[in-house]
């Protein structure tokens, strides 16, 4: 499944951070700022003095806003809007994932794990004064609300869209440090919009623990499920089979092509990714299918029976896309889409390098999985819907069609 390409600058960064403590109050202020201003630029449908059609408001100035973080107060201006309608949400996700994060770091540090580094980071971040007691006060009350929000019901109609991925962290259990599978699942609803469903931190990416995490879903409220896209997980795919019999299973096409052009030198793989985008163009399955026979004989001409016999036994995999309709293709043929849910979670995990205990990673992964379905569900439409049910109107008309032929 996923692998774990964490760089190991880690302390170089944190040592800059040190250097200038207001450095990282500039910058997070900077960042916040600059946060608010999109989503009035999202609420008023328009950027300050645009000229757009799309228009459903206008601004009218800033006002002062003080926020508390640990890295000193934030003086920031909150925008406003003639309406009186615009309310941000980002004072609620910022201060929870920050929450998150240094209570990771304050665990390591009255653990009694912490390197240096991470101790000081720990106090500039998270203040001196607090004990095991604390902690454990703080994670609590943190703890209840994800709780909430991972068991929270799934109300959409019907999820048509699946998006299974994993990335792996490092924590302390049972004294030992090992890797912990973090498992995320996302789907695209009937209503275009993306949304988060679960997220799950567990030993080993096994069959069970696939089960459990797709029966927790359904118990939830998942049902209309008609694609799933992961990666080549054998046991995965026997969860997937198991759950949602009936849906089709698309290999992410990013994972697979890495996959295939390791098998080749450094001076092949041009010609193979080239060779792999012509399979994947196919405006169709057979007509893909049939491109892929020709790349595999080609391949297998040229002395690489390994990559010959992998195109013929798994491309096929990687083309459950090509049913569905063409302008959700790009969207619904790889996992890229919680890539950048990834790219953070990778940016905040770098400050604790090795998690505490499974808890704490389970906390800080799902305080950024809040944020992150937030602004998916409060955002622009991901897909327009309305081209898959006309999709399957038309396969229902052709499939009568064929019926009354054969009367």
Avoid at 71 to 79: E, Q
Avoid at 209 to 215: N, S, V
Avoid at 282 to 296: D, G, H, K, N, W
Wanted: proline content about 2%.
């Amino acid at each position: 499944m996923a692998k774990d390409h964490r760089r190991t600058d880690a302390e170089p960064a944190q040592g800059i951070l040190l250097d200038d403590p207001g450095f990282l109050k500039g910058v997070v202020e900077r960042v916040v700022q600059d946060l608010l201003e999109a989503e009035m630029t999202e609420h008023v449908g328009a950027a300050p003095y645009e000229r757009s059609v799309a228009r459903t408001g206008q601004r009218n100035g800033h006002k002062p806003r003080a926020l508390r973080t640990r890295v000193g107060t934030l003086n920031l201006a909150v925008p406003q809007d003639r309406e009186g309608t615009f309310s941000t949400r980002l004072f609620s996700r910022y201060q929870r994932n920050e929450k998150a994060l240094c209570l990771a770091l304050m665990e390591m540090y009255v653990e009694g794990v912490s390197t240096r580094k991470v101790k000081e980071v720990t106090e500039a971040l998270c203040g001196t004064s607090f004990s095991k007691s604390l902690v454990s006060s703080l994670a609590g009350s943190l703890d209840a609300e994800l709780e909430a929000w991972r068991s929270r019901p799934l109300e959409a109609k019907a999820y048509p869209y699946l998006l299974v991925d994993a990335r792996y962290e490092k924590a302390r259990v049972d004294g030992r440090v090992v890797s912990q599978g973090v498992l995320i699942v996302s789907a695209v609803r009937e209503d275009g919009l993306r949304e988060i469903l679960g997220v799950e931190v567990a030993d080993t990416e096994s069959e069970a623990t696939y089960q459990e995490l797709f029966r927790s879903l359904k118990r939830r409220g998942l049902s209309g499920v008609e694609l799933v896209v992961s990666d080549d997980h054998r046991g995965l795919k026997a969860a997937i089979e198991r759950h949602f019999q009936g849906a089709s299973w698309q290999r992410c096409q990013v994972h697979y092509a890495r996959n295939l052009l390791g098998m080749v030198g450094h001076a092949n793989r041009k010609e193979l990714a080239a060779d792999l985008r012509a399979i994947f163009a196919a405006p169709a399955r057979e007509q893909a299918l049939q491109i892929a026979s020709s790349v595999a004989e080609k391949w297998r001409e040229k002395g690489n029976e390994k990559v010959a016999c992998h195109i013929e036994e798994h491309v096929e995999e990687c083309l459950a896309c090509l049913c569905f309709p063409e302008s959700h293709r790009r969207r619904i043929r790889t996992t890229n889409s919680l890539e950048r849910f990834n790219q953070e979670l990778k940016r905040r995990t770098r400050v604790v390098r090795i998690f505490p205990n499974r808890e704490a990673c389970l906390r800080l992964v799902t305080a950024l999985a809040v944020e992150q379905s937030e602004e998916w569900v409060t955002g622009r439409r991901y897909l327009n819907m309305e081209d898959l049910r006309e999709h399957q109107r038309s396969e229902d008309r052709e499939a009568e069609g064929v019926m009354l032929m054969e009367r």
